[in-house]
């Protein structure tokens, strides 16, 4: 397997974070030795996250868009998404990617079921450190109810929303399922298709492996939250980015 480096770098903010593939542990300790006080993090999968509160005894099929299953939340993440964000990690996937970097959250059991209302306000806290949001999984489509409600609630707010998902925008759009729907039209960002392990070399920012897609949502009018308020009909059209091209 090839060594792949990636920097990212915020001058703003004086940090830099490096993702790595490929990579020995001896090389790795060579690395870290040129920091001071380096620390681990992992797309997707964070170090030190507490999720040992235990779900509710309820019924893990169950859903209610008031509510969501919920593997943990974290923040300041530089690698899910562009700036740095905030991270709302469902639990439950139906999908299941073969070497899938966090099988955990696989089962819908292992996260617990929150309400979307203290999930928001856990963001909001952190608006003011964060350049987004980024739902990712788990699978968000799996509970979309659940997840459209979590959007509508941070685009009150003017937040910037990413979502990952292991299907592509073109199986969801031919789902036609209301929610799914209202999720493709309101997000900014979708990052789409499963990971494939057979592609992960060369993927660069964001991305698992090669066939997954960055698919920036565009608004075609302006002022579109005054628009949804008064029940003016917004359009909305998909533009497919370069893997490899800057996000705007």
């Known amino acids: 397997m090839s060594k792949e480096l990636t920097f990212i770098i915020e001058p703003d903010r004086g940090k ?31 170090s030190d996250v507490d999720i040992s509160k235990p779900a509710n005894q309820i019924d893990a099929l169950s859903d209610d868009h008031r509510f969501i299953w919920l593997y943990t939340i974290y923040h300041r993440s530089v690698v899910d998404g562009p700036g740095v964000r905030s991270v709302v990690q469902v639990s439950g996937c139906t999908i299941r ?34 350049d987004g949001v980024t739902i990712l999984g788990g699978e968000p ?24 998902t292991g299907y592509t925008i073109d199986a969801l759009i031919q789902r036609n399922v209301p929610s799914i729907h209202y ?9 789409d298709g499963p990971f494939l392990s057979s592609e992960r070399v060369g993927v660069g920012e ?9 698919i920036r949502i ?26 490899f091209d800057p996000i705007n």
Do not use: W
């Open 183 to 191: 999720i493709l039209t309101h997000i900014d960002l979708l990052i």
């Open 141 to 164: 489509f799996d509970q979309a109810e659940a997840v459209g409600e979590l959007v509508a609630s941070l685009k009150i707010h003017g937040i910037n929303v990413t979502v990952y």
């Open 97 to 130: 990617c073969s070497g899938c970097y966090v099988p955990e959250t696989h089962n819908r059991l292992n996260g617990k079921r929150v309400p979307i209302s203290s999930i928001v306000a856990d963001i909001l806290r952190e608006k003011n450190n964060s």
């Open 206 to 214: 964001y991305r698992g492996s090669m066939n997954q897609r960055i």
């Open 218 to 243: 565009l608004n075609s009018r302006k002022k579109d939250s005054k628009r949804e308020a008064s029940g003016s009909k917004i359009n909305r059209r998909f533009e497919m980015k370069p893997p």
């Open 16 to 46: 830099l974070t490096i993702e790595v593939g490929g990579v020995s542990t001896d090389d790795l300790a060579d690395l870290r030795a040129n920091f001071d006080s380096p620390h681990n993090v992992n797309c997707g999968k964070p």
